[in-house]
């Protein structure tokens, strides 16, 4: 829970009929909800050889933890490195 400083008291659970519409429409509600949602752009911050770079470093960690631990992590953390 985010900005609870600025938050009603009884957010979440005894919130007025108004403050949920309220919040229901508001500009933070639209962006995290739909705005984020259906136009989020992943901005290429890197070059392609530091990115190749850092999914080795976490690969490889993956790698150590699965070992270590004795488990199987899900097949996402195992991506390819183009």
Do not use: A, G
Request: proline share 2%; net charge positive.
């Amino acid at each position: 829970r985010d900005n609870e400083e600025v938050r009603n008291t009884n957010y979440p659970d005894n919130l007025s009929f108004f403050e949920k519409i309220r919040i229901i429409f508001s500009w933070r509600n639209f962006t995290k909800k739909f705005m984020d949602k259906y136009f989020y752009i992943d901005w290429k911050l890197i070059d392609k050889n530091t990115e190749i770079k850092i999914k080795k470093e976490f690969l490889s960690q993956n790698i150590e933890i699965e070992k270590e631990f004795k488990l199987k992590l899900p097949d996402q953390y195992h991506y390819k490195i183009y």
